[in-house]
């Protein structure tokens, strides 16, 4: 009888698992949605926004899984949207690029704010997220330009909208991810993540024209707890840009921020804090970077009432030069200033300013750590205020510059832009020129200088307006040791 009960049991119990698994299986849905499979075709006349879309919008109503770019396909589409709990996978060879007339763009960029560009990729208020796959998002960003010239592309006038797609713009993003892509080409920012949380960026390589404006690699704008890592990036402005827009001021700061492993090149500032600030921006780490052909390497650029924080820099070598007046900078490898911006900025139709003013303030850059940065450079490093207090707590350890002049741009200038003092300052190129700053610790350090050097290289350190400035072990001779002292500070 207890033989007999048991086998009962255990019948009763396969029974149960085998309906429990029949269960499972009708609830689990089919996780991978083809984008041909909804009507997707490779053919470069064909938008496939419509497709496309239909094929995320499906992926998300069944509970989540992988959309699919196929293999060795080219796509062109128009705007479309990520959902959440999706895969947005572009298989290996597999492109999507973005619809060449301008008249398929209408919704901006930056909410109403409409002069700034507007959205290829977007999506808001996503969770659980990832962008990944061997293949290519292509911006096809030089069907949106003007004429080339020699150093950029001439920008087209607009009215009211600039219809310049930016190619991914997350707004209001949990748990995302973007990983082993090829994204390039983009008209305008290439990844722009607002107001995210929890966001892992590794393995892509991002590749723009470097005669693009305004082509920013990815801007972290109000966005915290962000890990940038492995990553390739070309652009013709900065590469990696941390930001507060006053469009989204209510995700608040930007905070806890790492970036690792980097190799990266612009015609702007390949790492950049600013200029758009109005919140703060702290807890920042960016190491074991490579910054080649750029023109300035490592800037923070505070042009409104937020602050800088908290921020340390290591084990990063710099390769910079000059390049044109159309490009900020001025080859300074290592860049901390603090000015309030200029009243007027042409397009931006004082969106730059808090609501019903037309003129800003500046809020304090402070406690910034550069550790163990080589830096090869026809300038020096700027460090810069309106006044001292906004400048505050900087430490250069380890830090060595080699300055040589290699072009023929003329240098003995200082890029301030956009700022309401003069914008380019005519200085003798120092190793470190510090204007107006505080508690400012160099040791450990060295300026030496190339076999080409022009009548404005001068000393290896210029300070005017400095409070409490330390140097320890800072060597090196000026330029022109036989009549120019190696340090001066007024």
């Known amino acids: 009888m207890h033989l007999a009960k048991l086998k009962q049991y255990l019948l009763i119990l396969l029974a ?6 029949q269960a499972q299986t009708k609830a689990t849905p089919p996780r991978d949605f083809y984008i041909t499979t909804f009507g997707a075709v490779a053919d470069a006349k064909k938008d496939n926004a419509v497709a496309i879309q239909k094929a995320i919008d499906a992926c998300n109503k069944a509970g989540g899984g992988r959309v699919i770019v196929p293999a060795g396909k080219r796509f062109m589409s128009g705007p479309f949207d990520l959902r959440s709990n999706i895969e947005f996978v572009v298989e290996v060879n597999a492109v999507v690029i973005a619809n060449p007339d301008e008249h398929v763009y209408k919704k901006s960029a930056f909410r109403n704010n409409a002069g700034e560009g507007t959205i290829w990729i977007g999506g808001e208020n996503l969770s659980d997220v990832t962008l990944s796959g061997a293949g290519c998002l292509d911006g096809n960003g030089i069907s949106f330009m003007g004429a080339e010239l020699e150093d950029s592309y001439v920008l087209k006038p607009f009215n009211v909208i600039d219809p310049r797609p930016h190619l991914l713009t997350i707004i209001g993003g949990k748990n995302i991810r973007i990983r082993d892509l090829t994204i390039r080409n983009s008209a305008y920012w290439t990844v722009h993540l607002v107001g995210c949380n929890d966001v892992a960026i590794d393995n892509i390589t991002l590749l723009n024209a470097l005669k693009v404006r305004n082509s920013d690699g990815i801007d972290l704008d109000h966005s915290k707890n962000v890990r940038i890592s492995n990553c390739y990036i070309e652009s013709g402005d900065d590469c990696i840009c941390l930001k507060n827009r006053r469009e989204f001021e209510e995700f608040g700061p930007c905070e806890n921020i790492t970036v690792n492993n980097c190799t990266m090149t612009s015609r702007s500032c390949a790492i950049k804090i600013g200029s758009e600030n109005m919140d703060r921006i702290s807890h920042v780490v960016i190491s074991n970077c490579i910054i080649k052909n750029s ?17 340390t820099f290591s084990n990063i070598v710099i390769d910079s030069h000059l390049f044109s007046d159309v490009w900020w900078g001025k080859a300074e490898p290592i860049y901390v200033t603090a000015y309030r911006r200029a009243n007027g900025n042409n397009k931006d139709a004082n969106w730059r300013f808090p609501k019903g003013k037309t003129e800003g303030s500046v809020g304090k850059v402070s406690r910034i750590y550069f550790s163990n940065v080589k830096g090869v450079s026809e300038n020096g490093i700027y460090v810069g205020a309106e006044s001292a207090d906004k400048v505050s707590d900087i430490v250069f350890d380890q830090v060595d510059i080699f300055i040589n002049k290699t072009t ?20 003798g190129t120092s190793g470190f020129y510090l204007d107006n700053a505080a508690n400012i610790t160099i040791r450990n350090s060295s300026v030496n200088w190339g076999d080409n050097r022009p009548e404005y290289y001068k000393h290896v350190l210029e300070g005017h307006g400095v409070i409490n400035l330390k140097t320890i072990n800072l060597n090196g001779t000026s330029a022109f040791p036989e009549r120019i002292e190696a340090i001066i500070n007024h």
């Open 16 to 21: 149960l698992s085998s309906m429990a698994l």
């Open 408 to 427: 023929s741009i003329p240098g003995g200038i200082y890029d301030r832009r956009p700022a309401k003092v003069d914008g380019l300052l005519s200085a």
């Open 295 to 311: 023109n300035r390497g490592i800037g923070i650029q505070n042009r409104d009432e937020g602050t800088v924080s908290d921020v």
